[in-house]
Nanobody, 125 residues
Framework: VQLQASGGGLVRPGGSLTLSCDAS????????IGWFRQAPGKEREGVSC????????YYADSVKGRFTISRDNAKTTVTLHMNNLKPEDTAVYYC???????????????????WGQGTLVTVSS
């Protein structure tokens, strides 16, 4: 497994979760790490992304102000802090990477060709 997402679970609306992406096993060069989600019957949606060169962060409009992306000093783990969760945030969340800056990912998460097993987030009362 090249990228490993973890931290999902069941949370009530308004609650918080923190997802982690372990990229330590990814041996190729990459320019950014992004998070996308996919709910049953829906298209893949780019949620957030962090560029390696300047740590610039990007967010989908649907999560701005609620989600925060960050990285550890070793640059092998990217974390997505999710606050004020809503039922519409329910999905399987994946982290992904490639040799492209975040702009490409946020326009279309399919532009990133490397991702691993996702983690399920369920927001329900």
């Amino acid at each position: 497994v090249q990228l490993q997402a973890s931290g999902g679970g069941l949370v009530r609306p308004g609650g918080s979760l923190t997802l982690s992406c372990d990229a330590s096993g990814f041996t190729k060069d990459y320019d950014a790490i992004g998070w996308f989600r996919q709910a049953p019957g829906k298209e893949r949606e780019g949620v957030s992304c962090l560029n390696n060169n300047d740590d610039s962060a990007y967010y989908a409009d649907s999560v701005k102000g609620r989600f925060t992306i960050s990285r550890d000093n070793a640059k092998t783990t990217v974390t997505l802090h999710m606050n004020n969760l809503k039922p519409e945030d329910t999905a399987v969340y994946y982290c992904a990477t490639d040799r492209l800056q975040c702009g490409w990912f946020m326009r279309d998460p399919y532009n990133y060709g490397h991702w691993g097993q996702g983690t399920l987030v369920t927001v329900s009362s």
